[in-house]
């Protein structure tokens, strides 16, 4: 083992770095042989610098203050030069890259294990004072991949395949940093989640990318401070951090100064969109000294959170003219965090054109709603507008949805019982004939009254006779109706064709008439429409003078 891993050093410190990936997806997950990391999503680019390749400037540090420590690894910090930063001049050597196992479940996640040292090379013996293993594992379908290292102080120790040093105490400030890209962009702005399990690292807008690293719950140690901000050394000579926080001085300048009793990190958080990167430290071991033969142990989550597809409430529907239509859309990452306060533009055609777009609440939820005005089917076209530009790019998630529009039902018409009267005749038998043409089918119903004391053979008597209720009179010493009825007909109408009603008078009527009375008659006409409603009455009074028979 220790001829293979020696051969194994060889190789690496003699030639580029390559890394191991492994299997699964969507996020693909790249170790090198000192520990940097990689990962990316298809059509996505790198989540860590650079853009392109397997091997990235992301990674875990020692950094070693000069008091209490070993003289070969005093005021060093220890980790891999990087292709653009963190440029370290003290390099892990490489020890060993397993093959990956696991099946990518989450209880047989994929699992590589790297393992690396610091040590001093230019020495044949007595050379080696901490072993790093790094394992690195991830579970297909996530978002992250998972790293812990495992340092074990081996000064003084008997370590198969390891020359070491002689039995010192180990005080340092263990790091994890990386060059984010987010989105293939180089330029983010800080981001910091309180947590419970903090949260750190930088998003891009206009990609809808977030990159970072999430704190991993114990028995791993909590961070103790943790920084996001410009990527090498403030002010940067390229100008890609042109504005920054006063407190930003740079991510891989404060790894490179990491060899104080001061923390690595400031906890500052800077907001400007700059080319960005992060980092975390523990230090527990600076306080307390990890002793020979004894392990520190942290873990960490590096994440790349990016653009998930729209989801769309319904993606069919089917509605009738004159109804509103309402699509939901929801936009997160593939974490399920929402996109709050971005534009949805939409358009939808071809057989009710309309464009526009909406903002999503902070749930990501916006609604999009509109009234169909015309039958046949409508297509809208949606996406997730990241940059604001109002213009569809490649990264923008999108969705099309489908809406039916049917023929509105015929309005039923209004219930109309009206009519136009043509004429109106009486005759002097005391017939009563009406015509006239309804607005609608319906009903229509002549009633013809006549004043009680017309028809009475004693007549009214006098009002002080017997007092009688407002709608009578006295008859013969009774209160009779003051008018009876002297006949009743109802017949079917249909709209628009005149009908003509004829009322006969009654025996009493036609009597009275013959003895040459004068009878004021009432006409009612009552229609009403077979649709419903009120009817419509209209009242004529008519005046027919009798004619006295003569006999021969």
Not at 59 to 85: C, E, H, L, R, S
Not at 437 to 450: C, F, I, W, Y
Request: hydrophobic share 35%; aromatic share 8%; net charge positive.
């Amino acid at each position: 083992m220790l001829a293979a891993s020696l051969l194994l050093a060889t190789a690496i410190c003699g030639s580029a770095a390559v890394a191991v990936t492994l299997p699964g997806g969507p996020l693909s997950v790249s170790i090198a042989p000192l520990g940097q990391c990689q990962s990316s999503y298809p059509d996505t680019g790198n989540n860590f610098y650079p853009a392109r390749g397997a091997v990235g400037d992301c990674g875990f540090f020692m950094g070693f203050p000069d008091a209490g420590n070993p003289t070969f690894v005093q005021k060093k910090v220890f980790g891999f030069q990087g292709i653009q930063g963190p440029g370290l001049t003290s390099q892990y050597t490489a020890v060993d890259q397993g093959a990956v196992t696991g099946t990518g479940t989450p209880e047989d996640p994929y699992q590589l294990v790297t393992t690396f040292k610091v040590s001093d090379p230019a020495k044949a013996e007595n050379n080696d004072y901490a072993l790093i293993e790094d394992t690195t594992r991830y579970v297909n379908g996530e978002p992250q991949f998972t790293s812990t290292f495992d340092v074990e102080n081996v000064t003084g120790e008997s370590v198969p395949g390891l020359s070491t040093a002689p039995s010192a105490l180990l005080r340092f400030h263990a790091i994890y940093a990386g060059d984010l890209l987010t989105g293939e962009s180089d330029f983010g702005t800080g981001v910091f989640l309180a947590g419970p399990l903090r949260e750190i690292g930088g998003a891009n807008e206009a990609t809808g990318v977030f990159g970072g690293f999430v704190e991993a719950p114990p028995p791993s140690p909590p961070w103790s401070d943790y920084q996001a901000g410009c990527w090498d050394v403030v002010p940067e000579a390229e100008g890609r951090c042109p504005t920054t926080s006063p407190s930003d001085g740079g991510i891989w300048a404060a790894v490179r100064a990491g060899t104080g009793e001061a923390p690595v990190f400031n906890d500052d958080i800077d907001p400007n969109p700059i080319d960005n990167a992060a980092g975390v430290s523990w230090d527990d071991h600076l306080n307390r000294a990890l002793k020979p033969g004894e392990h520190a142990i942290y873990t960490i989550v590096s994440r790349a959170r990016i653009p998930s597809g729209l989801t769309i409430q319904p993606a069919t529907q089917t509605h009738t003219v004159g109804q509103t239509a309402t699509i939901l859309v929801t936009a997160s990452d593939n974490t399920g965090a929402p996109y709050a306060n971005r534009p949805v533009v939409y358009s939808i055609g071809a057989t009710n054109p309309k464009s526009g777009s909406v903002l999503t609440n902070s749930s990501g939820v916006a609604a999009i709603s509109y009234v169909g005005t015309a039958a046949g089917l409508d297509t809208a076209q949606v996406f997730l507008d990241l940059a604001a530009t109002g213009v569809r790019a490649n990264r923008d998630p999108s969705f099309a949805a489908k809406i039916a529009w049917a023929p509105a039902a015929p309005t039923p018409p209004s219930p109309n019982s009206g009519y136009r009267v043509q004429s109106i005749h009486a005759n002097s038998h005391g017939a009563i004939t009406i015509a006239f043409v309804p607005v609608q089918n319906g009903t229509a119903t002549v009633e013809v009254t006549v004043p009680t004391a017309t028809i009475s053979r004693h007549g009214a008597a006098a009002v002080k006779q017997r007092k009688c209720r407002r709608a009578q009179i006295p008859i013969k010493g009774r209160c009779r109706p003051r008018t009876t009825v002297s006949g009743k007909v109802s017949a079917s109408g249909r709209a628009g064709v005149a009908i003509r009603l004829t009322v006969k008078p009654s025996s009493k009527v036609k009597k009275a008439l013959s003895k040459g009375r004068t009878a004021q008659l009432t006409a009612k006409l009552s229609y009403k429409s077979r649709l419903g409603g009120k009817a419509t009455v209209r009242v004529f009074h008519v005046k027919v003078r009798g004619t006295r028979k003569h006999h021969g």
